[in-house]
T-cell receptor
Framework: SQQGEEDPQALSIQEGENATMNCSYK?????LQWYRQNSGRGLVHLIL?????REKHSGRLRVTLDTSKKSSSLLITASRAADTASYFC??????????????FGSGTQLTVLP | DTEVTQTPKHLVMGMTNKKSLKCEQH?????MYWYKQKAKKPPELMFV???????INESVPSRFSPECPNSSLLNLHLHALQPEDSALYLC??????????????FGNGTRLTVT
């Protein structure tokens, strides 16, 4: 079942602008991950943030995690046309003492206009 | 290109056909997964194999039958599918299925159309 909800569902920005996507989830998690999917391709892992971390950076990506609000955000700075893709958050839930599988959010379709 | 290889890339089959999807990884990962993805939707987990044993079956109809011949290979056997089974089928692998929630490495999928 789907645990995460993302907003916005779709986002269109100009090249060079920053893009922010949000993810909310329902249950306690071990970690939260962000993935990118180009049209017709598989998902690519971008970044993982653990439940005891609040912020993480990787290149032009910045992820925050607020476990009290059960939410995360992904910021892409200085966007490029090549960043056009769908972005999914995925949570590793804690169930019966072990994190077994990832559950994906509904996704944000990002379009970066040249 | 990804380190998880899926074949075929496209498959069209009739409702009475039997076909198989194949997935291969050589990263030494011990967990392998099948996901189904409909257009503009997130991937939905179907099966998980951990150390070559089926560990999760998400109430998938028996017309989908997974098989893990060895730690590098994962198959999905298809029989008597319905048109609503048309989707992108994604294979993924991870180091393990354990408590760390290891990142998934995805193949590029098989685009399946059932006529």
């Amino acid at each position: 079942s789907q645990q995460g909800e993302e907003d916005p569902q779709a986002l269109s920005i100009q090249e060079g602008e920053n893009a922010t996507m949000n993810c909310s989830y329902k249950t306690s998690i071990n970690n939260l991950q962000w993935y990118r999917q180009n049209s017709g391709r598989g998902l690519v892992h971008l970044i993982l943030i653990r439940s005891n971390e609040r912020e993480k950076h990787s290149g032009r990506l910045r992820v925050t995690l607020d476990t009290s609000k059960k939410s995360s955000s992904l910021l892409i700075t200085a966007s490029r046309a090549a960043d056009t893709a769908s972005y999914f958050c995925a949570t590793a839930a804690i169930s019966s003492g072990s994190a077994r599988q990832l559950t994906f959010g509904s996704g944000t379709q990002l379009t970066v206009l040249p | 290109d990804t380190e998880v290889t899926q074949t075929p890339k496209h498959l069209v089959m009739g409702m009475t056909n039997k076909k198989s999807l194949k997935c291969e990884q050589h990263m030494g990962h011990r967990a392998m997964y099948w996901y189904k993805q409909k257009a503009k939707k997130p991937p939905e987990l179907m099966f998980v194999y951990s150390y070559e044993k089926l560990s999760i079956n998400e109430s998938v109809p028996s017309r989908f039958s997974p098989e893990c011949p060895n730690s590098s290979l994962l198959n999905l056997h298809l029989h008597a599918l319905q048109p609503e089974d048309s989707a992108l089928y994604l294979c993924a692998s991870s180091q393990d299925e354990g408590i760390t929630g290891s990142p998934l490495h995805f193949g590029n999928g098989t685009r399946l159309t059932v006529t």
